[in-house]
């Protein structure tokens, strides 16, 4: 029997699971807003994954498009 030795990158993983919280908010977004400018579909795609999920919560309450992206300061 042969064996093989499974290397795991975690960084692709966590970067391809990134792109499709972004891909999945884009997509969520243009249904309830419709076109997005390339401004916000920039915004999104070099998004960090803990703001996605942050945006990702905010659209469930939201009432507009602005609302979604609103910068809190603490």
Request: aromatic content about 4%; glycine content about 8%.
């Given at each position: 029997?042969s064996?093989?030795?499974?290397?795991v990158?975690?960084?692709?993983?966590?970067e391809g699971?990134r792109?499709g919280?972004?891909?999945?908010l884009?997509r969520?977004?243009?249904?309830?807003?419709?076109?997005l400018a390339p401004?916000i579909?920039?915004?999104?795609?070099g998004?960090?994954?803990?703001?996605?999920?942050e945006?990702g919560?905010?659209?469930?309450?939201?009432?507009?498009?602005?609302e979604v992206f609103?910068?809190v300061t603490?």
């Open positions: 029997a064996h093989r030795l499974l290397v990158d975690r960084g692709g993983e966590a699971r792109k919280e972004a891909e999945l884009l969520q977004l243009g249904r309830l807003y419709g076109r401004a579909e920039d915004r999104v795609l998004a960090r994954a803990d703001q996605l999920l945006w919560e905010r659209l469930v309450t939201s009432k507009s498009l602005e609103l910068e603490a």
